[in-house]
């Protein structure tokens, strides 16, 4: 009467977007080891101006002009690792890389003391740049053809979302742990070397789990779909500049990357809490409240409903002027600056998640102008800006450094130290946030979209809504 079952039948449905615990967290271990890295290698203009006592505007040019070689190298490892091939894989091997950059940043902490400012500012400048713009280019570099050949695309599309929020609880981790290590360790310059080493062997140790854990597919659907694109790419490569030239907004939202990453690099707040509030430590209360920013994203699907990207966008700068403002007026008060940094953060956070709608109308845009879609293309012209606002951020700060007549031997700091340290951290933002507001203005794309759709529907050009994922 009834039917027996058979084993098939009881034999459970393949999740293709499982990806088990292990792996998860192997594969995040590097993740939390580029976070200590970034963290520490942060402090480096710090580090040379009151460890070492090298002066302030000479090794902010040096160090700007190796963020501009890591720039370049972008381009020239990016073109060894597409044409690497072993046995253990394409981009796994390169996770290797951790070890070197791990052990130049320990040597980059480490700048003997005999040496003369001329040789100090050669050992500082030679390990930066072999640790950044070589073994973490190459790390940056084979990470994501690693990842493509080690999950499929279900298991990617959870790895953004999943991943994305367990990289920002490790980074939080550093954020907390760090500023303490560098307040425990003072102006004593054998005490940050002891610093970077036990760093080090305790971040390489968990940054290479990923390496020994995760291993690539050889024969990976992700993988061969970016053989068949490599003439695309060529196209691509030869019609950037003309994109440049057609393509207003790309190069309108390029200008604001520059601009926002001048200041966000300058790194001024470890002079500021050390000078102004005399507590680098403090820094990690900072660190761990800016988790409650990362609850504004909650908000961000109703505010999608309502408004377009560039209009949240610019509502973000308008609080965080605000925020920069009362910070500025209560430079002191704790209290007050925790909940203005929170602020700021919160306002700031949507940005980060609304970066691909807007290369994904640019790419839609491109289309309208008779151009390839060109995504890899302008993702590399705008991370090469990005790193380019970093380097002059870095240098203006040496600048700054010099014109506010900042002395770090000197045993009290004057009144107007005080204030320049105050117009570098919250003024600048505020300029820099006005700035970008009134390129904003010019930036209508969003409002143009239906019309740009509409013609390339008449050319036959099909053109696809955004993917849930990027959202």
Same mark, same amino acid.
């Given at each position: ?18 990806? $088990? ?120 570099? $084979? ?42 360790? $003072? ?12 760093? $080090? ?271």
């Amino acid at each position: 009467m009834f039917r027996k079952k058979d084993k098939k039948d009881k034999a459970p449905v393949k999740n293709s977007a499982r990806i $088990g615990v292990k792996k998860f967290w192997a594969w995040e271990s590097r993740e939390l080891s580029d976070a200590g890295f970034m963290f520490l290698v942060g402090y480096i203009v710090f580090y040379c101006t009151d460890v070492v006592h090298v002066n302030a505007l000479l090794v902010g040019t040096l160090i700007a002009i190796s963020k501009i070689i890591d720039g370049v190298t972008d381009v020239i490892f990016g073109y060894i690792v597409d044409r690497t091939n072993t046995k253990i894989g394409r981009g796994r091997p390169y996770d290797l890389c951790l070890i070197g950059a791990w052990i130049s940043a320990v040597l980059l902490f480490s700048c003997p003391q005999g040496f003369s400012e001329t040789a100090r500012i050669v050992w500082i400048v030679f390990w930066y740049i072999l640790a950044n713009a070589v073994f973490y280019t190459f790390l940056n570099a $084979g990470e994501k053809i690693f990842m493509l050949r080690a999950f499929n695309h279900d298991q990617l599309v959870r790895m953004t979302s999943l991943g994305s929020v367990a990289t920002s609880l490790l980074g939080l981790s550093c954020g907390i742990l760090i500023p303490q290590l560098v307040e425990r360790s $003072g102006k004593d310059p054998f005490a940050w070397s002891r610093m970077a080493i036990i760093l $080090g062997i305790v971040y390489t140790a968990i940054g290479l789990c990923r390496f020994l854990f995760v291993k690539e597919k050889m024969d990976n659907e992700e993988d061969n779909l970016i053989d068949e694109k490599k003439e695309e790419e060529k196209l691509e490569l030869k019609e950037v500049f003309l994109m440049l030239r057609k393509n207003k907004y790309w190069v309108l939202y390029c200008i604001i990357a520059l601009i926002s990453n001048i200041v966000t690099n300058m790194g001024v707040g470890v002079y500021y809490f050390d000078k102004v509030l005399n507590n680098i430590g403090v820094q990690s209360i900072f660190a761990a409240l800016s988790a409650l920013a990362v609850f504004a994203l909650v908000f961000l699907p109703q505010l999608m409903k309502r408004f377009n990207v560039r209009q949240i966008l610019m509502g973000g700068l308008l609080i965080s002027i605000a925020a920069s403002l009362i910070s500025f007026i209560f430079y002191r008060n704790i209290p007050v600056l925790v909940a203005m940094y929170v602020i700021n953060m919160a306002a700031t956070v949507p940005g980060v998640y609304v970066v691909n709608l807007i290369l994904f109308d640019n790419a839609i845009y491109n289309e309208y102008l008779g151009l390839h879609r060109m995504e890899g293309s302008m993702g590399s012209v705008n991370g090469f800006m990005r790193r380019a606002g970093g380097a002059l951020g870095t240098f203006l700060l040496g600048v700054a450094l010099t014109v506010i007549g900042y002395d770090s031997e000197a045993a009290t700091i004057s009144a107007g130290t005080i204030m320049g340290l105050r117009v570098i951290m919250y003024g600048l933002p505020i300029l820099s946030a006005a700035v970008q507001l009134i390129i904003w203005k010019f930036y209508d794309l969003e409002e143009r979209m239906p019309e740009i759709k509409d013609a390339l529907a008449k050319r036959g050009t099909p053109v696809e809504d955004a993917p849930e994922e990027i959202i």
